[in-house]
């Protein structure tokens, strides 16, 4: 329940193209409790969110800021791989809008009032930034928010000579822990404003602090958030977006602006005068019928851009032209012909971008020379760590089987002292135990290079020792010395 006697934050999820969802609440909030705009502490955003808060704090028309979303989603709709098109430039198109659609002194607005959350691509971490110099630090901070790898490129922005990724990667619903924060998703869950699509499934899925229930719908949505839908359904999600904001205003009371036929502000009672149960039921079923009627006219309430640019996506302009391209054997031609331009598109784009990329080679070759050396030398401390506790290991198993193979050298000379004298000055004799000796020696330094697990399995713990013949056979033995 929002604590309307405490201060408040505004945060908005990262959705990707689904974030028309978020102009149709922003616009609800904007129209029908602006103070809760005005007077909020702070208003966060990641991703597709960090847009829509940017355009609520900075002034900016959430008319055109929805029909840029629509725009862009039927530009990326035209090609055959979508925004994974050569062709698509994601990151130029975003700086673009945001370079029309933002004030000039957005940045002395937004100062202080919005947050903006980036991931540091140094160590993963969650940054919130919030006081901006100038305009193009805005967008860039927008841009970084937005910057999804490899989907968007390769090489992430920098903002003040720091690399910075998406948002929602590291925390794609800021502050939300907070109790005092109206938290705003496209996707069904436990978020404050976000669709309640009645399943009766208690699954839940938390996607860095974002809440998403686990069932069919949220998984289309999930499906459309890279790969934007027909503008119908952008147009259905805006539409649904300003209604649950309605509700959520309604159910906090905080509706101030009457509807067309009565008011639909929710008088909340002195603490002390307490109102029966069944009175209460009937301004609740009254409440809701003046809501019904409110979501009838609901086009009559968006902006007079969004409006414009929600019904020119439900109506298509259907030219002689048009009909042409959708005719069957022109579309099967035209897919036959995609092996041999898609090439050619991706030569052009590449040299495109090439060109657009010569002030900031020198600047992204440093970066990435010093991301391949911290890389090498990652993986040289890693194996240099394994290889010498390997090597530890193998010293230790030679140390502890090297101790009891020591043994037979001394049994062995105490063996041949324990003969008899006239043995011992057999010269055939001792030079056999002499051979003997030194051929145990070798064998012992020779063992010490065989592989451990083939020590401990070869060499038991007793070591070698030499069992000397019986005194018979050694009798039997002289007269062939």
Known sequence: MFPPDSTWNISFAGCGFLGVYHIGVASCLQEHAPFLVANARKVYGASAGALTATALVSGACLGEAGASIIRVSKEARKRFLGPLHPSFNLVKIIRICLSKTVPENGHEVAAGRLGISLTRVSDGENVILSDFNSKEELIQACVCSTFIPVYCGLIPPTLRGVRYVDGGISDNLPRYELKNTITVSPFSGESD?????????????????????????????????????????????????????????????????????????????????????????????????????????????????????????????????????????????????????????????????????????????????????????????????????????????????????????SSASACSEALPMWMRSNRSLSDVMMKWDEYQRQLMLGLLCINVDMQASLFPREGFQIKLPPLDCAKECLPLF
Not at 214 to 234: C, D, G, T
Not at 254 to 271: D, F, K, Q, T, V
Request: proline fraction near 8%.
């Open 193 to 409: 404003i976000c669709p309640r699509d009645g399943s009766t499934n208690m699954h839940e899925l938390r996607v860095t602090n974002t809440s998403i229930q686990f069932n069919l719908r949220n998984l289309y949505r999930l499906s459309k958030a890279l790969f934007p839908p027909e503008p119908q359904v952008l147009r259905d999600m805006c539409k649904q977006g300003y209604r649950d904001a309605l509700h959520f205003l309604k159910k906090n009371g905080l509706l101030h602006r009457p509807s067309p036929g009565r008011p639909l502000l929710a008088i909340e009672a002195p603490p002390g005068e307490k109102k029966e149960e069944e009175t209460e039921a009937e301004d609740q079923l009254e409440d809701n019928a003046a809501l019904a009627v409110v979501e009838e006219h609901i086009f009559e309430h968006l902006p007079p851009k969004l409006n414009q640019a929600l019904l020119e996506a439900c109506a298509e302009r259907r030219s002689f032209l048009t009909g042409i391209a959708n005719m069957l054997p022109i579309r099967v031609a035209t897919a036959m012909m995609v092996p041999y331009m898609l090439p050619l598109e991706s030569a052009v784009s590449f040299t495109v971008r090439l060109l657009e990329w010569l002030p900031d080679i020198p600047e992204d070759i440093r970066w990435m020379r010093e991301q391949m050396t911290e890389i090498c030398n990652y993986l040289v401390k890693k194996a240099k760590k394994k290889l010498g506790s390997h090597l530890s290991a193998r010293l230790y198993y030679h140390l502890e089987l090297g101790g009891p193979q020591s043994l037979p050298i």
